[in-house]
């Protein structure tokens, strides 16, 4: 477990092939160790078979969702901290609900990292910052492609951040397609998660005109409105073209 000033073990639960690899970077670059799991039931298992000084958890995910995930943990006796991780912000009482510590809003940033560390580990670190205020995604909303916050999710790395766009982009034109089938046979179910995957991906990338038309889309998928779901697919994939192209142009590919 972690010392005063060692490194400190953490468990990622992340189904995002793209939020593990962001999260996974970054608690490396943070000098900590860490293991990761890809759904809600892998993260029980992996917490009662080993020693975490913090868990990590995503609170949507296949097999268990993040906060039965981390009741489960609780009445298992695992006494590591646990996180949750959000698009949305989370309240005290849905955290107390959970058994949970604490919340960030995805995307996970090296300022977050460093204070829930600071705030719920035995580990000092001058460097973590006593608060971190997130920034509001409303005024990039038209924005194809933020490349500042993109390379700064990727810890400044431009190799880490062309594996990153290249993750995306095989990643996103499949869940688009897996959204569009999903709304064409009504499975709304299936269309909230497929949308679900694109808004966080998108807003961990940068590709905010994507993360725009994706959260409306599982908004409307929430409500169960196929028709609404199905007039903002269009809009959706132009997006998505544009994104490609523009980031043929920069050639960070």
């Known amino acids: 477990m972690g010392g005063a000033s060692g490194k400190i073990r953490i468990l990622l639960a992340e189904d995002s092939l793209l939020g593990r690899k962001l999260a996974l970077k970054m608690i490396e670059h943070c000098g900590h160790e860490a293991d990761y799991a890809e759904n809600g039931k892998e993260a029980v298992d992996k917490s009662c078979a080993n020693a975490y000084d913090l868990i990590l958890m995503d609170m949507y995910m296949p097999e268990l969702n993040g906060g039965d995930a981390a009741l489960e943990i609780s009445r298992k006796g695992v006494l590591a901290p646990i996180i949750a991780l959000s698009g949305d912000v989370i309240g005290a009482e849905e955290l107390a609900r959970y058994s949970m510590r604490d919340s960030i809003v995805k995307p996970l940033s090296e300022n977050e990292l460093k204070r829930v560390i600071a705030a719920h580990c035995s580990v000092k670190d001058e460097s973590a910052p006593a608060k971190c205020v997130e920034s509001s995604s409303s005024s990039s909303s038209g924005i194809i492609f933020d490349e500042k916050a993109a390379l700064e999710f990727a810890c400044g790395s431009e190799d880490t951040l062309a594996e990153m766009i290249s993750i995306y982009l095989e990643g996103t034109g499949r869940n688009i397609e897996i959204l569009s089938a999903s709304i064409d046979t009504g499975d709304m179910q299936k269309a909230k998660s497929a949308?679900?995957?694109?808004?966080?991906?998108?807003?961990?990338l940068g590709a905010m005109k994507i993360f725009t038309g994706a959260s409306?889309?599982?908004d409307a998928a929430k409500a169960g409105d196929r028709e609404r779901c199905a007039s903002m697919m269009h809009s959706l994939r132009n997006d998505f073209k544009e994104f490609i192209t523009h980031i043929g142009r920069t050639g960070k590919t």
């Not at 949308?195 to 961990?204: D, P």
């Open 195 to 204: 949308s679900h995957l694109i808004k966080g991906e998108s807003k961990s």
């Open 216 to 218: 409306e889309i599982n």
